[in-house]
């Protein structure tokens, strides 16, 4: 089972053109934000609505029913039957209840836990949405715990203890276009999802893994770097902090996928010169002087960088460069009216 993100190759490379066209379910519009990936996915037959011709995308989704929707297109019909024979391991879980098979597969592929860890499964708890993106990932076969873990940094008013054992589910949701902030500056991994919610989110992952959230992944860093230079203006580091980092988590998302394109390279430099200003700035409310003037210093340098990726993102790096400057003059002025007169 732990070879079953290969079985998803056929899934992936299924042409997406006229998906469409098919027949929409009556309460969701082609307007619904949830629209396209839903019937992305039932083109894929990966999920299905009522018999009503109803989709309920405001229905709330239990754990058992989120596994399914990512297991059952992973597997055979001949690994479903030898499951639906085994017994379970979790103690509430009866042998007949119409998910054990699916829970089994799972835990086999390590795509949830079991014992000894884990004794119950809780499969009529509602579904959250860190656990169902570290799902998709385990799934996928992705490697979130090693995969950018050069990069631990608090992400939002909700992600700030990095030891949480979410984090590195959210960090590669940043990065894999899972997840995005809200517009009240959190990435809610507690939020228990609707179907709607759970589509969108897989959705994207699988979008991503055909590499086509690059443009998407861009979209969201230039949008972080807003948020910056927003929260700059108020003064607001701690803000500041959390939307640097998740902006060079998107833009190393989209190089992780296309890590050849000019802009992608720019777009890397660019939100590590932004990252270096805004510890510049930590620094110059802490008084470090010095340290100031070097992240200054190493944020100039990025955006020339970035400049020599591609020659698009110039403005943007001469904006930087432009803060960089005054960042370090200011940080000289502060630290010669620090030192002692020699008179």
Same mark, same amino acid.
Do not use: C
């Given at each position: 089972?732990? $070879? ?39 083109? *894929? =037959?990966?999920?299905?609505?009522? /018999? ?13 029913? #989120? ?11 001949? *690994? ?5 024979? #085994?017994?379970?391991? !979790? ?49 996928? =076969? ?30 590669? =949701?940043? $990065? ?28 994207? !992952?699988?979008? !991503?893994? *055909? ?9 969201? #860093?230039?949008?972080? +770097? ?10 607001? +580091? ?24 000019? +802009?992608? *390279?720019?777009?890397?430099?660019? $939100? ?31 955006? /020339? ?39």
């Amino acid at each position: 089972m732990r $070879t079953t993100p290969l079985l998803l190759l056929a899934l992936l490379v299924v042409p997406t053109a006229g998906f469409a066209e098919e027949e929409s379910f009556s309460d969701l519009p082609s307007n619904h934000y949830a629209h396209e990936a839903v019937m992305y996915l039932k083109s *894929q =037959g990966i999920i299905s609505g009522y /018999d009503d011709g109803t989709f309920k995308p405001d229905n709330q989704v239990n754990r058992a029913e #989120a596994l399914k929707i990512i297991v059952a297109p992973l597997i055979t019909q001949e *690994q479903l039957a030898q499951a639906k024979e #085994a017994n379970t391991v !979790y103690s509430d879980i009866n042998n007949d209840d119409w998910y054990k098979p699916y829970v089994e597969l799972a835990r086999a592929a390590s795509i949830i836990d079991g014992p000894p860890k884990k004794e119950v499964f809780n499969g009529s708890n509602p579904v959250i949405k860190v656990e169902f993106m570290k799902m998709v990932q385990e799934a996928f =076969g992705a490697k979130p715990k090693t995969a950018f873990s050069e990069i631990v940094l608090p992400l939002s008013q909700d992600v700030t203890n990095t030891d949480e054992w979410y984090y590195p589910y959210m960090r590669y =949701g940043i $990065t894999a276009s899972m997840t995005m902030i809200s517009g009240e500056g959190t990435l809610m991994p507690a939020k228990q999802l609707t179907r709607a919610e759970t589509a969108v989110i897989l959705y994207r !992952y699988i979008m !991503y893994e *055909q590499k086509r959230r690059t443009q998407s992944l861009l979209s969201e #860093a230039e949008s972080e +770097i807003l948020i910056i230079l927003s929260f700059l203006e108020q003064n607001n +580091i701690e803000e500041a902090e959390f939307a640097s980092a998740r902006a060079l988590l998107a833009a190393r998302g989209a190089h992780a996928s296309r890590p050849d394109e000019s +802009i992608v *390279q720019g777009a890397v430099k660019i $939100t590590e010169a932004f990252r270096a200003l805004v510890r510049g700035y930590r620094a110059g409310v802490n008084k470090d002087f010095d340290e100031t003037i070097r992240l200054a210093g190493e944020s100039w340098n990025l955006s /020339d960088r970035a400049k020599e990726k591609d020659a698009g993102l110039g403005k943007i790096a001469d904006q930087v460069q432009a803060i960089s400057k005054s960042m370090a003059d200011s940080a000289r002025a502060e630290k010669a009216g620090d030192e002692p007169s020699n008179e």
